[in-house]
């Protein structure tokens, strides 16, 4: 530990990124760290919350020989961790028409038939900083489960520290990712009141509407949100607010 911090008032604590030594507080994320420390994220910084992957890191803490990932805006930094961060995973994507397709097990067989070099060894699952069970998925997928990899991997935010931890050179989040399109394509029944809703778009229902909002102040707007019916924590699924002027 070094002095406290003049911004935070936390102690602070030596991190190496990409071998440099830097002097950050200690309650900070691997993403804020970096900035308290003077980088500006011009990639690997996107939500911040946890959902894009685009911040996967990878990294190693003193006394210990293990290599561990993580997402940079949810690690909290520790004295003596040397990291990089992982902003885009350089795996094989195949090309598709999903259109051309029809949704079977084996059209991800086809196009990545790789699945079936995998080994079970369970690294993908232990780098996944979403705590999906990607072998499993995996698994569903070499036997042509469409509709169980894209349930299982449903969490997957695509950073790619599962291919980046796999001996088999596997591209687990670009499997899921096609499970998870035919699915939607070719056997999730399409929802009616999405085609309704549509239609009323491509109708003009809401022009005039929209020509209304773009017309008021931002103090209208403002009250205008303040102000309207929020729906019920308890309602039947039917309810609909009493002025659907906007919605």
């Not at 069970?133 to 790619?160: L, W």
């Not at 109708?203 to 205008?224: A, I, N, V, Y």
Request: charged share 25%; with cysteine; glycine share 8%.
């Amino acid at each position: 530990m070094t002095e406290p911090s003049e911004t935070t008032g936390d102690l602070l604590v030596p991190i190496f990124f990409m071998g440099k030594r830097y002097n950050v507080p200690a309650s900070l994320t691997i993403q804020k760290a970096l900035e308290y420390a003077g980088y500006q994220h011009i990639r690997g910084c996107g939500c911040r919350g946890g959902v894009c992957g685009a911040c996967g890191t990878v990294y190693r803490i003193p006394d210990s020989y293990k290599l561990q990932v993580g997402l940079a805006c949810q690690t909290v930094v520790q004295s003596g961790m040397h990291l990089m961060i992982m902003p885009y995973y350089p795996g094989n994507r195949s090309i598709f028409d999903i259109e051309k397709m029809s949704g079977t097990g084996g059209e991800i067989a086809a196009l990545y038939p790789e699945i079936y070099k995998c080994i079970g060894c369970n690294a993908c699952s232990q780098g996944c900083p979403m705590d999906i069970d990607v072998m499993h998925y995996m698994a569903q997928a070499i036997r042509g489960d469409v509709p169980g990899v894209a349930e299982t991997s449903f969490d997957c935010i695509m950073c790619g520290l599962c291919a980046s931890r796999c001996p088999a050179e596997e591209v687990q989040f670009n499997v899921a990712i096609l499970a998870r399109r035919l699915n939607a394509r070719h056997r999730i029944p399409r929802a009616k009141h999405l085609e309704e809703r549509v239609k009323e778009v491509t109708d003009g229902k809401f022009e005039q509407p929209l020509r209304d909002l773009m017309s008021r102040s931002t103090e209208e707007l403002k009250e205008l949100y303040r102000s309207r019916e929020s729906e019920p924590q308890m309602t039947e699924d039917d309810w609909v607010p009493l002025n659907a002027r906007y919605v």
